[in-house]
């Protein structure tokens, strides 16, 4: 089956279109943040790829109190600074619990 040059061209040009359409949809979706008193909000998706821990882990956080967390609308976010915090408070527990490495 051929065809011409001129539909050809036609449908690359819908192709094209349709592609830089998508393209405008992705940016703004990229671009759209949530936020609260101008911080960050992070989801539980999002500190779940960020920390490398399982959904269970991260409600074992929020259960004890480790981790504090808001609730808009039935979905759970976690403030950035909130969130630095428990880094900070977690990695100093790691490393103040470690032993002494002993060099030969």
């Known amino acids: 089956m051929y065809i011409s040059r001129e539909d050809f061209e036609a449908w690359m040009e819908r192709v094209m279109y349709r592609f830089d359409k998508q393209d405008k949809t992705l940016d703004k979706m990229s671009k759209r943040r949530n936020m609260l008193d101008g911080e960050l909000l992070l ?8 920390l490398h821990i399982s959904k269970r882990t991260l409600q074992r956080y929020r259960s004890t109190g480790e981790l504090p ?4 609308y039935q979905k759970t976010y976690y403030k950035e600074s909130d969130v630095h915090t428990f880094i900070r408070e977690n990695f100093n ?4 619990g470690r032993k002494p490495t002993e060099n030969p």
Do not use: A, I
């Not at 967390?69 to 808009?72: A, H, K, Y």
């Open 93 to 96: 527990k790691k490393r103040n």
């Open 43 to 50: 989801d539980n998706q999002d500190l779940c790829q960020l």
């Open 69 to 72: 967390f808001q609730t808009v």
